[in-house]
Every structure is written in structure tokens, then in C-alpha cells.
Nanobody
Framework: QVQLVESGGGLVQAGGSLRLSCAAS?????MGWFRQAPGKEREFVAT??????????AYADSVKGRFTISRNNAKNTVSLQMNNLKPEDTAVYYC??????????????????WGQGTQVTVSS
């Protein structure tokens, strides 16, 4: 059972930056970040696989050009650099990992392992 622990959330003004980190208890394959705002469903943010230098990545349209996902396979960690944050980015952010697979996925149900979540609040 993979265990994931997030860190790095907090309060920031619009236009600011935050970096989220997630540490996995063992090797992982596809890893992703999702977020859930109050009263809304959990939604995909970004994902990265383990192949090659830096891996292959994918992003939700709402964060493209502002967020960057990266991973360190040697340390079993994944990070999410969030720049130019907007109030609509306010949510609980969750790190997630899939069972063994190589192909990226943005589908929530493909991720079987989840962290406890970290709050990101962006003030206007």
C-alpha cells in the first residue's frame, strides 16, 4: 500500500506562488495532483509518469502555463510549482498515484493511492 504525504500548502495573494510536495513511501508510476474546492467535485490538475528525464506530463487547461509538475524518481517525490495563482485556484490539493502503468491518465478513478490533502488559499 503506497502512502503519500503532501506538504507546502498555505495562504498566498493573487499573483503569488506556492510549491507543493508529495513524498511516497515506495516507488510509484503515474503520479498526479487533483484539487477539490468547497461544494465542487475533485478535479484533475496535473500528472507525470516515471519514464525518461522528467517524465511525460499533462495539465488541466485551467493551469497550463502557470503550474509545473515534476518528480524525482530517486527520492519518490513529486512536486507542483504553482505560479501566478488566482482566487479560483483555492482548494484542497491532493497528491495521487496509480498502480503500475506507463500511460498518463487524468481519470480520478485510475488513481488508487491518495494523500491527505493540503489547503491552498489564494486571496484577491
Amino acid at each position: 500500500q503506497v502512502q503519500l504525504v503532501e506538504s507546502g500548502g498555505g495562504l498566498v495573494q493573487a499573483g503569488g506562488s506556492l510549491r507543493l510536495s508529495c513524498a511516497a513511501s515506495e516507488r510509484t508510476y503515474v503520479m498526479g495532483w487533483f484539487r477539490q474546492a468547497p461544494g465542487k467535485e475533485r478535479e484533475f490538475v496535473a500528472t507525470v509518469n516515471w519514464r525518461g528525464r522528467g517524465g511525460t506530463t499533462a495539465y488541466a487547461d485551467s493551469v497550463k502555463g502557470r503550474f509545473t509538475i515534476s518528480r524525482n524518481n530517486a527520492k519518490n517525490t513529486v512536486s507542483l510549482q504553482m505560479n501566478n495563482l488566482k482566487p479560483e485556484d483555492t482548494a484542497v490539493y491532493y497528491c495521487a498515484a496509480t498502480p503500475p502503468r506507463e500511460v498518463l491518465t487524468t481519470t480520478l478513478s485510475d488513481y488508487h493511492y491518495w494523500g491527505q490533502g493540503t489547503q491552498v488559499t489564494v486571496s484577491s
